[in-house]
């Protein structure tokens, strides 16, 4: 089982890297969530939070391929939109991810709820965290397409580093619960 910590931990950073060489993903975002839900699809017998992420999971590898194909010119990383069609586009990705990282949180959450461990509060303390995050930059979306970009960018990329430090935060949280797994 503490395989499947690392592969979660592994495809997470697969998802939050983007490196890319001439228009090339050198870190495929498909391969970053596969991992995610191989790790989660054996941690699903836990609780119905690890299921949860293992469908999020599968649902955003196939939104990945599909967007490769469909909708190339929106990117899923990207901070700024400029359209109605971008952001409905994104959207469901956006929801998607926030599902998976929300049921990776609360999963942890759940399972070490009254062990020695703080994990629990700790899983807690970084939902909230990445849903506060999220939920502002929801909130801004439809205001970026009424303003100039330039007057909304500063807040953007203000809520966009808070949900990335975020992100980064989970990471160790999901370090460190593969850390504590006891076989």
């Not at 609360?106 to 939920?135: N, P, V």
Request: aromatic fraction near 12%.
């Amino acid at each position: 089982m503490r395989s499947a910590w690392y592969r979660i931990l592994w495809g997470l950073l697969f998802v939050l890297i983007d490196l890319k060489v001439e228009m090339v993903d050198i870190l495929p975002d498909m391969l970053g969530y596969l991992l995610i839900a191989s790790g989660l699809w054996r941690l699903q017998r836990l609780n119905g939070y690890f299921r949860l992420g293992h469908l999020s999971a599968w649902l955003l590898l196939v939104w990945s391929a599909a967007s490769l194909f469909w909708f190339p010119e929106v990117a899923m990383d990207s901070v700024h939109m400029q359209s109605v069609k971008n952001l409905f586009i994104l959207l469901p990705a956006v929801l998607l991810h926030t599902a998976l990282i929300y049921s990776i949180c609360r999963g942890i959450q759940a399972h070490y709820t009254g062990t020695e461990s703080e994990l629990d509060r700790k899983a807690r303390f970084r939902l909230h965290l990445f849903m506060a995050g999220q939920l502002l930059l929801l909130i801004l979306y439809p205001f970026m397409l009424n303003l100039d970009s330039g007057d909304m960018m500063s807040v953007i990329f203000i809520c966009s580093l808070l949900v990335m430090v975020t992100e980064i935060t989970v990471l160790f949280l999901v370090r460190s619960a593969g850390g504590e797994w006891i076989e």
